[in-house]
T-cell receptor, first 113, second 114 residues
Framework: QKEVEQNSGPLSVPEGAIASLNCTYSDRGSQSFFWYRQYSGKSPELIMFIYSNGDKEDGRFTAQLNKASQYVSLLIRDSQPSDSATYLCAAPAGGTSYGKLTFGQGTILTVHP | DTAVSQTPKYLVTQMGNDKSIKCEQNLGHDTMYWYKQDSKKFLKIMFSYNNKELIINETVPNRFSPKSPDKAHLNLHINSLELGDSAVYFC?????????????FGDGTRLSIL
């Protein structure tokens, strides 16, 4: 089992719809989770992080964490074509792996007008 | 004003050559990282340094040697380049090397081996 696994893409949604991106992780010791957005040919850009169970909202983005189910998701409301990118979920390796982040394989999101 | 900067942005070279990539951060962070992103976009950590000390060394061939002269700089030297080394290499930094700190990435160095 991969340490961090994202729902297979690519995901295509119409403009204005809600895009739902999902991620599961295997290390129960992980305490914090990160969502990065990566445009083609660019570097990963942090858009959300979440530490506690429940929801965290920031503008059109909502991160949801369920530690019991080892599941973290990202919802993008009112999706825009500019949201089209690869979204990477990342979780710490836990234990003594100092600052080590394990990334999922990414989900490609396309928002079409 | 670039927070994490890498040079060069592109690197095209022959198999067997030795090359270096440089990284600098002006965020005052203590921890810096090197990641490799392959053609399938999978991002994998290679090394981590905390205040010039090597913390993480993943299963990376010893042809790859990181060097951190101070906590604001982390360079990557690669000996005897191979075709499989073709990838995008990202430098990143975080305030501390603890797992709950977000990491900030440089623009990447696109390495192509001919």
């Amino acid at each position: 089992q991969k340490e961090v696994e994202q729902n297979s893409g690519p995901l295509s949604v119409p403009e204005g719809a809600i895009a739902s991106l999902n991620c599961t992780y295997s290390d129960r010791g992980s305490q914090s989770f990160f969502w990065y957005r990566q445009y083609s040919g660019k570097s990963p850009e942090l858009i959300m992080f979440i530490y506690s169970n429940g929801d965290k909202e920031d503008g059109r983005f909502t991160a949801q964490l369920n530690k019991a189910s080892q599941y973290v998701s990202l919802l993008i409301r009112d999706s825009q074509p500019s949201d089209s990118a690869t979204y990477l979920c990342a979780a710490p390796a836990g234990g003594t792996s100092y600052g080590k982040l394990t990334f999922g394989q990414g989900t490609i999101l396309t928002v079409h007008p | 004003d670039t927070a994490v900067s890498q040079t060069p942005k592109y690197l095209v070279t022959q198999m067997g050559n030795d090359k270096s990539i440089k990284c600098e951060q002006n965020l005052g962070h203590d921890t810096m990282y090197w990641y490799k992103q392959d053609s399938k976009k999978f991002l994998k950590i290679m090394f981590s340094y905390n205040n010039k000390e090597l913390i993480i060394n993943e299963t990376v061939p010893n042809r790859f040697s990181p060097k951190s002269p101070d906590k604001a700089h982390l360079n990557l030297h690669i000996n005897s380049l191979e075709l499989g080394d073709s990838a995008v290499y990202f430098c990143a930094s975080s305030p501390l090397g603890t797992s709950n700190q977000p990491q900030h990435f440089g623009d990447g160095t696109r390495l192509s081996i001919l």
